[in-house]
């Protein structure tokens, strides 16, 4: 009986290696397990009546919808990730590699897959069949689901393409960012206009950029560099709420960065950036930027006029009964990993629910957590954001969260720090590892530079 099996199994097999095999993913051995511990009684859900679920990107919405399966119905699924790239990167870090420049750890989504008991296709969705429950990669391998979840992120797109404009998009960009400090250090580079572009962009990696360089001027005496931030909001990291953001106007000024608010900066030629309203005009040596953000604009689902995917609270695509998305790609107006990790929560949630287990899915309810690097001690932003809290902005020298890392997800972070170190080796033993709200030390709420940070004199910001 048990040859039979085997023998059957890898048949099956064979004709899964050119399926689904293309990513290593489904070896031999890996699937008689299965096949076998399938028909064992002891277990309490056999693999053929777990629910399959196909996750559609191996970022953060995806990584920590993983996560967040394997945590709570670990027997009820069977969990596939598909992905173009080999290796999940922690982008939000990335804005410190200029200044720090270190060798980049990611996960290797097969093993990371591998280790959480899931498989792994290397490919790219194309579209999905849903009468059929099907998805189909661009290279036309065809993938069976019981439920889809859509975590494709959102498409940065360069605003403008000139030289003199760097465009930040993560660790790739790190290089050219070490070459204009470079630049700064040598005097070849005085003036520096960090304009955010108008539309859907991550919030933070800007004011990082902005306060570490201002700080890094500071500590080699290049106090003559101007630096200034062109931003649309209409106060500096508003989303984080008028504590917090009356905090970051303060250390913007401390650090002489200044700063234009409810402004459109254009790039032009020759060092020329154009701002309105206003009509007004300034000449700088550098432009830094960012992408804006569009969605993934999937064939067949409706979405937005920018192709980000419209969502329930708990991640339900309408009129696609078991079809969820979660994170960036979605329509939520904010961009950003602790966001995506939560609406992947979300669905993650609503998932187990519908297999049988025993909770009560809770929806998306939105908490914005941000460590802003500033060259000195990083301040911790928090604000709630669907309103229920009233005016909870907070902002702290201390961490408000734990592990306090930049990507702030409930499953995610914990992992992310288990795997490449940070955190995790300081992280409290009796603690639960879900990000703990910590009670900020009053005394660490002011936001004045400490005396190693950089001060160097005031410029009134210009709003
Ligand atoms: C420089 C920088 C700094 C940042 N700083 C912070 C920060 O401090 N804090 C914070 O919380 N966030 C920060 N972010 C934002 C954060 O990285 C994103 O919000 C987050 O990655 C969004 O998660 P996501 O899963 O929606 O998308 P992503 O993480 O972008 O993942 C999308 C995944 O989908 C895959 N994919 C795309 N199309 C397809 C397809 N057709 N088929 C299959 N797979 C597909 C991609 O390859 C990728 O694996 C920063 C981002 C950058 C670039």
Redesign the pocket.
Known sequence: MRSERLQAVRAQDEIGIERFNEGGQLASEAMIEREIAAEDPRRGCSERSRKRVLI?????????TLLALRALAPDRVEITI????LK?I??????SQPFNPQRVRGLR?EDTAGELGAHWHR????RFDHGRHRAV??DGDELPYDMLV???????EHEWESEGVLT????A?GPNYRLLLQRLREDRVRTVAFVKPGGAS????LY?LALMTAAWCATRDRAEVELSLITPEEEPLGIFGKTASAAVRQLLDKNDVALYTSSYGVPGRDGRIDITPGNRRMWVDRVVT??RLVG?R?RGIPCDHDGFMHTDLHGRLAGFDGVFA?????TFPI???????Q??DAVAEAIAASVGVELDPQPFHPIL?????TGGPERYLRADLSGGAGDDSTISGEALWWPPD????RYLAPYLSSQVGDAADVMPQEEHPIPVEATPDLSALSTQPRSHENDRGQRASRT
């Open positions: 559609a990107g191996g970022g953060v919405a995806g990584l920590e598909l992905a173009p790239e999940f922690n982008r939000s870090m990335s804005v989504l490919g790219t969705l194309d990669t661009r859509l975590a494709l992120g959102a498409h940065p930040f998009h993560g660790g960009d991550w919030p933070l990696p990082d960012q992408p993934p999937l979660a994170g960036d790609a979605t961009k950003q990993g602790g966001l995506a990790a609406q992947a957590r941000g460590v802003l690097l930049k990507l702030a997800g």
